[in-house]
């Protein structure tokens, strides 16, 4: 039987010698937040953190369980009810430190950014830009079939670019 994304992350991360539990509070957090979100693919919102994240369990980076959990809740903010925001952000906070906390905060895209304006705020942290370098390759193999050709055309035209930008400091930490 197949193991689901969930049960993948968690045994690669016992293999790498990660600390399980703290993996799982943050996909937890993940969860709460993304528990009725369906992807414009119409699959759960969660497979698409859990994909980012095993990814870079599975990946060549050194500094894998930071990135694993800001990977589990690159999303979380953008998500979650604005009343609901604060309380999450706090959760964050304590549960994982300061440094998680802002590298959250750094791929929240926050509601009428410029994408390209974005990106220049989140290549200026490695961590934070490795993620999304991973979050980036997720979406690009997950588009759904019922967007328009041109917003696929913008979309692939942001990405790539993402790709190019980010994938410089992702070859710095392997």
């Known amino acids: 039987m197949e193991l689901d994304l969930e ?7 016992k293999r790498e010698g990660l600390n399980p539990s703290i993996i799982e509070r943050a996909l937890l957090i993940a969860k709460k937040a993304h528990c009725s979100k369906k992807r414009a693919t119409g ?3 969660i497979n698409h953190p859990l994909r980012v994240a095993l990814r870079i369990a599975s990946s060549n980076i050194k ?14 903010l953008e998500e979650v009810e604005e009343n609901y925001r604060e309380p999450l952000e706090r959760e964050i906070h304590v549960t994982f430190g300061k440094e998680i906390f802002e590298r959250v905060l750094l791929l ?16 200026k942290d490695k961590l934070a830009a490795i993620v ?6 997720d979406n690009l193999q997950s588009l759904p079939s019922n967007w328009s ?23 710095e930490l392997e």
């Open 43 to 45: 699959e759960p919102f």
């Open 63 to 76: 500094e894998k369980e930071p990135l694993i959990i800001i990977a589990l809740l690159h999303d979380v």
């Open 7 to 13: 049960q993948q992350l968690m045994e690669l991360s």
């Open 108 to 123: 929240t895209r926050e509601e009428g950014e410029d994408y390209f304006e974005y990106l220049d705020r989140v290549k």
């Open 149 to 171: 050709k041109e917003k696929i055309e913008k979309k692939l035209k942001e990405w790539k670019t993402a790709l190019r930008v980010l994938g410089e400091l992702r070859e």
């Open 132 to 137: 999304k370098y991973f979050d980036v390759l």
